[in-house]
């Protein structure tokens, strides 16, 4: 595979806040977004969210490169998992799944001619676009921009530009909530899953035959819309964020441009072609 373009960018613009994460080698390529962390356990002083991405990505170094999707997706799990054993947290963590290190993967193999999600990471496949949105992020997303148009009509806000989401903060413990359903069957609307140590359930991993595709892109869910090349992605993303910085009318999410950030959430892009 030839790597076209990279590219990695944490929403405040600082490079060491950013929980996403791009692994490339001989056999995977990779896009690991750790999950916005909504607790204040921390793993080696890191925000669960970027522990976990970077847990994953050292473990891809040792991924075998005839793994099927299940038997990595496995062995990943295993490796966030060790980590629990090490604190002596699995049965706490069993009970509190908020608190654990989580992340959503878009992974290419090369062996297998596949690309595997698990979470809500994205792909497009010679300009077939890919997603793996959970209903639950939609819904929040809706409730989310209705809570905002109301504190607009009462005047409790008046600008875009705003250092405390009142909408975010409003769906904030239904988003600590959802956590419950991560890597469950119990629900069909609201169960999803996560690489977060536990077992994910097999009707959670997306599995894509490539066939003859020529260009993939992997990309975290930082970008509304995945285009085919990074300047028209960033262009979009840029776009979005000068008429809709909150992301409560054309685009919906479950958080906005907090002031002084750069965009509503880390972002990475990686385009490689296959050479055939």
């Known amino acids: 595979m030839k790597i076209i373009e990279t590219f990695l960018k944490s929403k405040t613009g600082n490079e060491i806040d950013c929980e996403d994460s791009i692994f490339i080698s001989n056999d995977f390529a990779a896009v690991i977004d750790g999950v916005t962390s909504k607790s204040a356990r921390q793993y080696d002083n890191m925000q669960s969210g970027k522990a976990s991405s970077l847990i994953i990505k050292e473990a891809l170094n040792y991924l075998k490169y005839d793994s ?8 990943l799990t295993n490796s966030i998992y060790s980590i629990y054993e090490q604190d002596n947290i699995v049965d706490y963590l069993k009970r509190n799944p ?14 297998k001619n596949e690309v595997w999600l698990v979470g809500d990471c994205q792909c497009l496949i010679d300009n077939v676009h890919y997603t793996n949105k959970k209903y639950v992020d939609e819904l929040l997303a809706n409730v989310r921009a209705l809570y905002l148009e ?3 009509k009462l005047g409790n806000i008046t600008s875009n530009s705003i250092e405390v989401d009142p909408g975010r903060e409003f769906i904030l413990p239904l988003l600590a909530r959802q956590s419950l359903f991560q890597n469950t ?27 003859k595709a020529r260009n993939i892109v992997l990309s975290s869910d930082g970008y509304p819309i995945l285009y085919s090349t990074l300047r028209k992605s960033e262009n979009y993303l840029q776009r979005i964020i000068e008429d809709d910085p909150l992301c409560y009318k054309e685009f919906k999410t479950t958080k906005g441009v907090t002031k002084g950030n750069v965009s509503f959430d880390d972002r990475a892009y990686l385009k490689i072609e296959i050479v055939r």
Do not use: N, Q, W
């Not at 099927?68 to 062995?75: G, L, N, Q």
């Not at 908020?98 to 193999?109: F, K, N, P, Q, T």
């Open 185 to 211: 069957t119990d629900s069909k609307e609201y169960s999803y899953g996560t690489l977060d140590g536990f077992k994910v359930p097999r009707s959670e991993i997306k599995i894509i035959p490539l066939e």
């Open 98 to 111: 908020l608190e654990r290190a989580s992340s959503s993967v878009v992974i290419y193999s090369k062996y």
């Open 68 to 75: 099927t999707a299940e038997e990595a997706i496995e062995f």
């Open 150 to 152: 109301t504190e607009f």
